[in-house]
């Protein structure tokens, strides 16, 4: 029979008809401080209760506002990539209640977007990484390429750089992504010689559901595979949105993960701007 969450459910027969469970240890011990550069194991974390809970380092809960301002406090963030990291920004700016800066016609979808918050001075940026787009009417002077956006990032300590490219490539041949994300690995190197304290944050993809031909998993796991393959051994941190959407079933898997599985994305995140 299958069940909801894609696993599969069979029957244990045999003897003796009982099974008794003991209990093993614990897998959140003796965690690691979540610094960049760590290797992400292929079950990167599971879910307790609706917390994520990470096997790569001891990842960071915020009960209040005031926490996330105190981690925050000080840092430009630059998104670049899809929605679903400019899903990143706009929770950000609703959890800080940030004020946004209108950028002339620039649109939503696509920006450029800017948010600050004067009291702690705290920036967050959103840029989308150019063609190709499955987007509205958008100014084509307002796109950058990523690799030309972090190019134009001077880097610093109290810099976070987020980027993620997965959802608009999946209906082009495999080697447009390959060309595409060995030009953002390389601008990621050239960032990270010049700053070699700025923080640099790869999302991958996560599950969406929809017509497999064009913009399925498969097509999207696909992609991620040779994402993480591209930046491997590099110094950079990876938000394992794929893991993170696919070990739960009590939300349907959508192109946009629903704010529940948002916030535990943002949260593993500023488990490495201020680790514990």
Request: glycine share 6%.
């Amino acid at each position: 029979m299958i069940i909801d969450n894609n696993a599969v459910k069979t029957s244990i027969s045999g003897s003796p008809p009982k099974i008794t469970i003991k209990k093993g240890s614990d897998p959140l011990a003796n965690r690691r401080r979540c610094v960049r550069g760590l290797f992400t194991p292929e079950i990167s974390g599971f879910y307790r209760g609706d917390r994520w809970n990470s096997l790569v380092c001891n990842n960071r809960h915020f009960s209040s506002q005031a926490d996330w301002r105190k981690c925050l406090k000080g840092k430009t963030l630059y998104f670049i990539g899809d929605s679903t990291i400019r899903q990143w920004w706009e929770h950000l700016v609703s959890i800080l209640k940030m004020t946004e800066t209108h950028i002339p016609e620039a649109v939503h979808n696509t920006g450029p977007l800017l948010a600050k918050d004067r009291v702690d001075n705290i920036t967050v940026n959103f840029r989308i990484h150019g063609p190709p787009l499955r987007a509205g009417f958008t100014r084509t002077t307002l796109l950058k390429y990523a690799a030309n956006a972090i190019d134009d990032i001077k880097g610093g300590a109290n810099d976070v750089v987020g980027i993620t490219l997965w959802a608009h490539f999946t209906s082009f041949p495999v080697h447009v992504y390959k060309k595409r994300i060995e030009a953002v690995r390389a601008a990621v190197e050239r960032l990270l010689r010049r700053s070699p304290e700025t923080l640099v944050v790869i999302k991958s993809a996560n599950t969406r559901m929809g017509n497999e031909l064009i913009s399925g998993d498969w097509l999207a796991h696909k992609l991620d595979l040779m994402m993480r393959e591209t930046f491997r051994g590099m110094d950079v941190v990876l938000v394992d949105a794929w893991e993170m959407t696919n070990a739960q079933h009590w939300h349907g898997d959508n192109i946009h993960p629903v704010k529940e599985i948002v916030l535990q994305e943002l949260e593993f995140l500023c488990s490495f701007i201020c680790p514990l």
